[in-house]
């Protein structure tokens, strides 16, 4: 199912996003795989941990929450599996309005930008 495609995780140095980028490298043939994360140094680490994947990983510095940027990472993407999150739920209580933003309206821009 995912060989030779091109799949867009955003969220992709999180915890799930790793993981997810570990059991489809092992398991799969993916033509490309483009992590999506607004995390510079995450994105590093990772492609350190897969450099034997250098030539099918991309890293993409985005955020969900920039609508025209998540739009401009889709381009020949077969597959998005979306992981971007606040998921600490201190975190969220002490900033609801950026939990807003992130869950709900990132959420929302990924909807749109798939379907359009």
Not at 68 to 85: K, P, Q, T, W
Request: glycine residues 6%; contains cysteine; hydrophobic residues 40%.
């Amino acid at each position: 199912m995912l060989n030779n495609k091109t799949i867009l995780i955003t969220g992709g140095t999180g915890s799930f996003g790793n993981h997810f980028v570990e059991y489809v490298l092992k398991n799969y043939k993916p033509k490309k795989v483009i992590i999506y994360s607004r995390d510079e140094y995450k994105q590093f680490i990772m492609a350190e941990k897969f450099k034997d994947y250098k030539s099918i990983l991309r890293f993409f510095i985005g955020d969900v929450r920039d609508k025209e940027r998540f739009e401009r990472a889709l381009n020949g993407v077969d597959y998005v599996i979306h992981a971007a999150a606040m998921k600490q739920v201190p975190t969220c209580e002490y900033n609801p309005i950026e939990a807003v933003k992130t869950n709900i309206n990132g959420a929302m821009n990924i909807i749109d930008g798939v379907l359009n």
